[in-house]
């Protein structure tokens, strides 16, 4: 018994500072690559051409799992501060046919630092391309705020997840659907799918 009771001693013991070990490992600025991936959504609300003929759609939404793939590089500054560079691909949608290529700067701080794990908000201006086999390419952007978190592995390897988008979309298209937007116009609290991304990162 004295043996169990000494054993779980030393392992609360070990797991504070184990944690303290993770929120002191980014003590210097480290370079890291990311890779995310998660579903992207259709949103139509006003005619559009499909070859010869003009179709009236009226709010069509629709998600598609596992669209969007984004490969990141960044630099991780200290335990709070981080800044990248990210693009986003999509796979065409079997509707329009069309889908955005994106590329983001971005901004990050961890408000929220507990051992293996960070809680962040991302600032972020992103450039929209849009690529379309019917119709022609139209550019939008948007720039605004979201929300992640990390979970450390260990030094080198994370998990990490991005969910929730505010801000404000900027050009002629409507980037959000509506069924996951709270707002109007161009200011938006977004929580739709494709607002959620899943992956990796690998410091340096």
């Not at 998600?63 to 065409?92: C, D, H, M, V």
């Amino acid at each position: 018994m004295k043996r169990i009771l000494f054993s779980l001693l030393i392992a609360s013991l070990a797991i504070p500072l184990t944690q303290k070990t993770f929120a002191q490992s980014v003590s210097v600025p480290k370079f890291f690559i990311e890779f995310t991936l998660g579903p992207g959504t259709t949103y139509i609300d006003k005619e559009i051409s499909i070859g010869d003929a003009d179709i009236v759609v009226n709010n069509f939404n629709k998600t598609y799992w596992f669209a969007q793939f984004s490969p990141s590089i960044g630099l991780e500054i200290n335990n709070y501060w981080t800044f990248g560079l990210r693009a986003t691909f999509q796979t065409n949608d079997s509707y329009t046919h069309s889908h955005y290529n994106i590329v983001t700067l971005y901004g990050q701080y961890s408000f929220i630092n507990r051992g293996r794990w960070k809680v962040f908000v991302e600032g972020k201006g992103s450039y929209y391309k849009y690529v379309s086999k019917f119709s022609a390419s139209t550019d939008l952007g948007e720039i605004g705020f979201s929300l992640g978190a990390k979970f450390a592995i260990n030094h080198n390897f994370s998990l990490i997840a991005h969910y929730v988008y505010t801000g404000v979309e900027v050009g002629d298209g409507r980037l959000s659907s509506p069924s996951g937007c709270i707002g109007k116009d161009r200011v938006i609290l977004d929580f739709s799918p494709r607002r959620l991304q899943l992956g990796a990162r690998y410091t340096f």
